[in-house]
């Protein structure tokens, strides 16, 4: 081909690239040199063996080709399990690993380089893989499907940067890698927002959103998806030694000005320098620590978790992640451990000038895993000048010294918990179990393990008869030992989907919100429980949009303002704000039941028909069977619509039997309605107030039930929940 000739073919894509490359370039240029180099033999030692052809060179990954997708994805497994060999046999700060992404599609070859969107999708699916994981794109995944002796996992549907569609992502399952491994995957499993996960967790309307709600203690809540590369990390530590108990604190640079100015920070999720991947979940959880402990004091404002776990991994610089977040300051660092010794480093760097104002670090016994967060918290509050009010001193003073045992079974068991679905649920309850064991005075799993028994209920793996009696049960324990945060939140909830306790869940609520004002998920519920209320929603609408103002990361936040929206029968006004939504977030699943109703409320049945029929194509979940029931009931296909019924019912029954799962029968109530059968949706919701389902908790102002409201039995039905009809 002469030069400046263009030619088009099909071409599978490959792109590599180094696993915090950029921040061991920082800490030692020699080493991150000699294992670029390293990667690179080694890549190119096994390429001819697939066909494969090197494009370039792409600062520390490649741009590869080759004849198939087949042989694509076999040259990756190879080359991830030389690397994986190598690795088992280097020490911690040699580790090399590397991420593949692989797209098979039409390219443009020019002058011996490809260009095309073919490319562009390869080069946007790579950051999704694990490190020293493969993605794949849907297309490839059917080129190779049943060809491999590894096991292909779809992760769903990503929005990728400046593609237009969304692509379908797949994860070649390594051999040592366990499930959920993959960036997206683990993202989805976190929130529990995995299509599996999400299509089991069956509450009519937005009984989804209580589900998610229930949080209880210390839960990382919805970890998003992480994309682009970091600039800046924070340097490597020694390893722990048995220094003194009092932190060692090393400025590292001039006292600035600024830091009298911050009133907004975030943490950005800790580095785990352990060189254990199994460690992971001790990073993980003294970065939510410290987001909650700075979260406590009123003069700051600082996102959670859900919000700074997408920065995790380093695949944004520190300007970009304040930008994001809106805050003034990052506070960055990492953890090490060895054996039952800890050492925590953190610095405190300015966002508009990227230059470190503070550092410190601390050397602990891992019993001592709750106190560091409050010594890090005080001592960051402490050099940006922000004044605590007596009670914020308290609380931040108060911490309990764990046995390291039940501090490691407790985070473990939180990571369980971010997987959403029942047997991450049940996996954490046992570690909750197993940590109370050995230490039956930590308090913090003991409310942990209310909040399991709930999140089983609400989310239908338990009948709410079981599962919140047992959650009330644990949670009356912790309030007799301590009144902490977490034990009061589960209390709300409880009082509010479960006990139609309002007045007490508005007062719990009160007191969560004055322990820590920067909560967002608790101004969620707030929203949720001012909602029940009625016109003007007013209040609602405001504790709905402080939500998105604290955690405009997170879709559980910033569907907020869509669902008052509905409820309030702005259903235009709603539609807009779900769409957004599902634009910004589009594997929250979740999303769609929204949207669906908000079309079928505002006149635009075959559009809600479309929606729930998208949401079931990942599952037979009965809160999206009674959407298509009421949508298909509109259109006037009522044969079709009580088909829906059926489904349900055996679904009904089936967990009936079983009494291992709980079908509400509100969603029953909902498609009877639609089709006018009121009888029949007035005797389902009497049976769901018996069983005390956790779904009814908005059925005064619930627009699926507008044509029974006026019934005798309906008024019967909301005083028996203590709703004013």
Known sequence: MSPGTEQRKLAAIMFTDMVGYSALAQRNEALALELLEEHRRVVRGLLPRHGGR?????????????????????????????LHERNQVSPPERQLRI?????????????????????????????LAAAGG?????????????????????????????IVLPVVVHRVTMPWETT????REEAHAKRGTGSQSLV??????????????????????????????????????????????APVVAPVAARSP??????????????DFSGDTNNAYLSDGMTEELCLALGNVSALRVPGRPSVMRFKGGQKSISEMAKELNVEAILAGSIQRAGNRIKITVQLIDAATDRQLWGTNF?????????????????????????LTPQEEARLARTQKVDPDAVAAYLKGREHWNRFTREGFQKAMEACRTAIGIDPTFIAARAFLAGCYSALANNEFLPPQVGFAKSREEIDKVLQMEETFEAIQVDAALRMFFEWDWAGAKRSLDRTLALNPNHALTHQLYSLLLTRLGPPFTEAMDHARRAVELEPMIPIASVAVARV???????????????????????????????????????QPELALAVFEKALEAGRAPVYLAGKGAALARLGRSNEARKMTAEIRELYDRAARAQDRYVSPVHLAVVHAALGEGQLALEWLEIAVEERSPNLWLLNVDPAFESIRPEARFQTVLKKMSLDP
């Open 54 to 82: 090197e494009v370039k060179t792409t600062g520390d990954g490649f741009l590869l080709e080759f004849p198939s997708a087949l042989a694509a994805v076999q040259g990756a497994v190879e080359i991830q399990n030389a």
């Open 99 to 127: 991420r593949i992404g692989i797209h098979v599609g039409d390219v443009v070859m020019r002058d011996g380089d490809i260009h095309g969107d073919g490319v562009n999708i390869a080069a946007r699916i790579e950051p």
């Open 134 to 162: 493969i993605c794949v794109s849907e297309d490839v995944e059917r080129q190779v499907r049943n060809k491999l002796p590894q096991m292909l996992t779809a992760l769903g549907p990503a929005e990728l940067k400046n």
């Open 180 to 183: 959920g491994s993959s960036r």
């Open 200 to 245: 089991t967790s069956a509450a009519t309307k937005f009984g989804w959103i209580a589900a998610l709600l229930l949080l209880a203690v210390g839960a990382g809540w919805w970890l998003v998806h992480q994309s682009g590369k970091a600039t800046k990390q924070v340097a490597s530590s020694p390893v722990v030694t048995n220094s003194p108990a």
């Open 258 to 271: 600024s830091l009298a100015r911050i009133m907004s920070l975030a943490v950005k999720p800790l580095d």
């Open 363 to 387: 050397q602990r016994d891992l019993s001592d895993f709750f106190a560091v967060q409050s010594e890090v918290a005080r001592a960051v509050v402490k050099e940006i000048q922000v004044h």
């Open 565 to 603: 929206l509905y409820f309030s029968g702005r259903y235009e006004e709603a539609i807009q704000e779900f769409r957004k939504v599902a634009g910004s977030f589009p594997w929250f699943v979740h999303v769609q039941n929204g949207l669906g109703w908000a079309y079928l409320k505002n006149g």
